[in-house]
Nanobody
Framework: QVQLVESGGGLVQAGDSLRLSCAASGRTFSNNAMGWFRQAPGKERGFVAAINWSGLTYYADSVKGRFTISRDSAKNTVYLQMNSLKPEDTAVYYC?????????????????WGQGTQVTVSS
């Protein structure tokens, strides 16, 4: 059974940093893209960042230059380093594995999802 478990969320102040982790189990995802999405209250789930099988990365414009996605294929884990956090970054953050090697910003391209981790940024 495939499981994705996120960790690292929490309550921080504007300008602080957090590092989210997502550990996958049940199968190896070294040949799959992985991504992070987020959902704020009252809003739809939106793309944050993705990394393809070879390490190429993609970001939403709203986080470009502040967030960094990385992966450790040996550990079947993907990370999201979030710096210079803003109150508008407050959301539940979800990791997901894509059903293809290349990254996509479309949620429909991901077939396994974690349960989410809350990130709250106070002003």
């Amino acid at each position: 059974q495939v499981q994705l478990v996120e960790s690292g969320g929490g309550l921080v102040q504007a300008g602080d940093s957090l590092r989210l982790s997502c550990a996958a189990s049940g199968r190896t995802f070294s040949n799959n893209a992985m991504g992070w999405f987020r959902q704020a209250p009252g809003k739809e789930r939106g793309f944050v960042a993705a990394i393809n099988w070879s390490g190429l990365t993609y970001y939403a414009d709203s986080v470009k230059g502040r967030f960094t996605i990385s992966r450790d294929s040996a550990k079947n884990t993907v990370y999201l380093q979030m710096n210079s956090l803003k109150p508008e970054d407050t959301a539940v953050y979800y990791c997901a594995t894509a059903n293809r090697p290349w990254a996509t910003a479309q949620a429909s391209g991901y077939d396994y999802w974690g349960q989410g981790t809350q990130v709250t940024v106070s002003s």
